[in-house]
């Protein structure tokens, strides 16, 4: 019987590789003798698969020249394996249905507002929506680390003046998915 091997592989959270064996039309066997020679086809599939790094936490702080709207900035770097190196991006906050929203150590919410800027400048910014992907974002360089201290997009994060809630400590998450196209 022939016997073709075909690996296949899938990334996510943890790598994994199959050895699976399929019926071959194209292996060749080997003969009876002192030595005996054959071969077998191997294919690989890669799949498409991103790396987002370099983020840190964000503190809001009272921008100059605003009327105390709050704000923070933090350089990513983003990476994908796909011919085209574009990708989308999902995010997800911490309040009730994933919406951007901080909440407050003596009860109440702090809403605030997510900005991805893919390249270097405002012309590739975009307002996020909760649960909503941002397609055809294209990191700027193609390595998958960027040099330490920089990054090819930013996250913006703004909570204006007019949503302040009460004095007091609010903390929250936002979650982004990386995904490639």
Not at 34 to 39: G, H, L, V, Y
Not at 45 to 67: C, E, H
Request: proline letters at 6%.
């Amino acid at each position: 019987m022939n016997i073709f091997y075909k690996f296949s592989a899938r990334f996510g959270p943890v790598a994994a590789l199959a050895l699976t064996a399929f019926p071959a039309i194209s292996a060749t066997q080997g003969d009876p003798a002192a030595r005996s020679t054959a071969t077998v086809q191997i294919s690989v599939l890669v799949a498409g698969r991103a790396l987002i790094s370099g983020l840190t936490d964000l503190a809001l702080t009272t921008q100059t020249g605003s009327s105390a709207d709050l704000a923070g900035t933090g350089a990513l770097c983003i990476w994908t394996n796909t011919a085209s190196r574009l990708y989308s991006v999902t995010a997800s906050g911490s309040g009730p249905d994933g919406e951007f929203e901080l909440a407050g150590d003596a009860g109440g919410a702090l809403p605030y507002t997510a900005q991805w800027i893919s390249g270097s400048g405002l012309q590739d910014t975009a307002l996020l929506t909760s649960g909503t992907p941002l397609m055809a974002q294209l990191p700027q360089g193609a390595q998958p680390h960027c040099a330490a201290g920089s990054g090819n997009a930013t996250l913006a994060l703004n909570a204006p003046a007019q949503n302040m809630a009460g004095s007091g400590a609010y903390a929250g998450q936002l979650t982004l998915l990386i995904a490639p196209e």
